[in-house]
C-alpha cells in the first residue's frame, strides 16, 4: 500500500521567511514518482514538480526548491522568501510505476504568508 | 500545456435529485480518468479510475451505484451523483493523464456540489 504523510497540517509566516514543507512516503514499488500540488484558495491544482524515484538530484525552480532523500523517503519541498501569493495548501502525492497508476495524497500543508 | 476542464464549476441541487459532471480533456487523449473527493479542509480521496470503454474501477467504500461514471471517449469522463443527499455535498476533482508517455496527471478545476 502507498501512504503519503504530510505531518505539519498548517505553517504561517511572514513575508520574505522561507518556509519548509514536509513529505514523508510509503511504497514497495522500486519505481515510483513522487509530486507536489499547489491548491489555492480557489480551489484548482496547481502542479509544482514531479520527481521519478531514480533521479535524486535536488531541484531548485525559481523560488522553489525540492530535497528528495530516498533513504530517508523524503521529498520536501521550501519556498525561499515567501509571498501572499504563495498562501495555499501544498500538496504532496505518490504514484506507482504502472500506466495509470492512481495517486496518493498526503494530508496537505496550509501555507499561511502574512505581510 | 495540457488542459483538463471542468463542468460545472459549482453547482446546488435539492436532496434526491442527481447532478452530472463533466470532464473533458481539451488537447489531449485520455485512456483513464481520476475522480476525486475533497471535503472541506481535507486532502483529495480517489474515488475511482475511470477508464475508457470498460467499467471504472472503484476504490473501497465508494457506492458504484450512487456514484455513476462513464467514460464513453478519449476526451470524455461523466460522473454521476445519484439521488443526492446533503452527505454528498463537497468539491469534486478529475484529473487525467496523456494517453502516451509518463506526463503527470492533469486536474480539473473542480466543481463545489451542494445538495440542500
Known amino acids: 500500500a502507498q501512504k503519503v504523510t504530510q505531518a505539519q497540517t498548517e505553517i504561517s509566516v511572514v513575508e520574505k521567511e522561507d518556509v519548509t514543507l514536509d513529505c514523508v512516503y510509503e511504497t514497495r514499488d522500486t519505481t515510483y514518482y513522487l509530486f507536489w500540488y499547489k491548491q489555492p484558495p480557489s480551489g484548482e491544482l496547481v502542479f509544482l514538480i514531479r520527481r521519478n524515484s531514480f533521479d535524486e538530484q535536488n531541484e531548485i525552480s525559481g523560488r522553489y526548491s525540492w530535497n528528495f532523500q530516498k533513504s530517508t523517503s523524503s521529498f520536501n519541498f521550501t519556498i525561499t522568501a515567501s509571498q501572499v501569493v504563495d498562501s495555499a495548501v501544498y500538496f504532496c502525492?505518490?504514484?506507482?510505476?504502472?500506466?495509470?497508476?492512481?495517486?496518493?495524497f498526503g494530508g496537505g500543508t496550509r501555507v499561511l504568508v502574512k505581510p | 500545456g495540457a488542459v483538463v476542464s471542468q463542468h460545472p464549476s459549482w453547482v446546488i441541487c435539492k436532496s434526491g435529485t442527481s447532478v452530472k459532471i463533466e470532464c473533458r480533456s481539451l488537447?489531449?487523449?485520455?485512456?483513464?480518468m481520476f475522480w476525486y473527493r475533497q471535503f472541506p479542509k481535507q486532502s483529495l480521496m480517489l474515488m475511482a479510475t475511470?477508464?475508457?470503454?470498460?467499467?471504472?474501477?472503484?476504490e473501497q467504500g465508494v457506492e458504484k451505484d450512487k456514484f455513476l461514471i462513464n467514460h464513453a471517449s478519449l476526451t470524455l469522463s461523466t460522473l454521476t451523483v445519484t439521488s443526492a443527499h446533503p452527505e454528498d455535498s463537497s468539491f469534486y476533482i478529475c484529473?487525467?493523464?496523456?494517453?502516451?508517455?509518463?506526463?503527470?496527471?492533469?486536474f480539473g478545476n473542480g466543481t463545489r456540489l451542494t445538495v440542500t
Open positions: 488537447d489531449f487523449q485520455a485512456t483513464t
Open positions: 502525492a505518490l504514484s506507482g510505476s504502472a500506466a495509470g497508476n492512481k495517486l496518493t
Open positions: 475511470s477508464n475508457e470503454g470498460s467499467k471504472a474501477t472503484y
Open positions: 484529473s487525467a493523464r496523456e494517453q502516451f508517455g509518463n506526463s503527470p496527471l492533469h
